[in-house]
């Protein structure tokens, strides 16, 4: 069993940037695949990116390419997201999900075991 916990959100003009941590805890964090989603009101939960634990490999939804950035540091048990350039329509609840095995497809939500309970970023055009 592993718990997450998002941090880092907040309000921010367009253009700005923030970084979100997800930091682990209940056991080690580096076997472990995880992404991020993101849920903006009155839409359904939606893929950001993903790091993979093995080959640190990242994915990124089209719309953040670019702009967002997916790390790891496994000693701190934390993954990050870096977002710069934000955008209104970058509004929404983070959250950060893990899996320890085999993730086949990155970008669905029910592929992931764990959630945290996620972080508010609003951005104001």
């Known amino acids: 069993q592993v718990q997450l916990a998002e941090s880092g959100g907040g309000l921010v003009q367009a253009g700005g940037s923030l970084r979100l941590s997800c930091v682990a805890s209940?056991?080690?964090?580096?076997?472990?695949?995880v992404g991020w989603f993101r849920q903006a009101p009155g839409k359904e939960r939606e893929f950001v990116a993903h790091i993979s634990w093995s080959t640190g490999t990242t994915y990124y939804a089209d719309s953040v390419k670019g702009r967002f950035t997916i790390s790891r540091d496994n000693a701190k048990n934390t993954v990050y997201l870096q977002m710069d350039s934000l955008k209104p329509e970058d509004t929404g609840v983070y959250y950060c999900?893990?899996?320890?095995?085999?993730?086949?497809?990155?970008?669905?939500?029910?592929?992931?075991?764990?959630w945290g309970q996620g972080t508010q970023v609003t951005v104001s055009s």
């Open positions: 999900a893990a899996k320890s095995g085999p993730v086949a497809q990155y970008d669905q939500n029910d592929q992931y075991d764990y």
């Open positions: 209940g056991r080690t964090f580096n076997r472990y695949h």
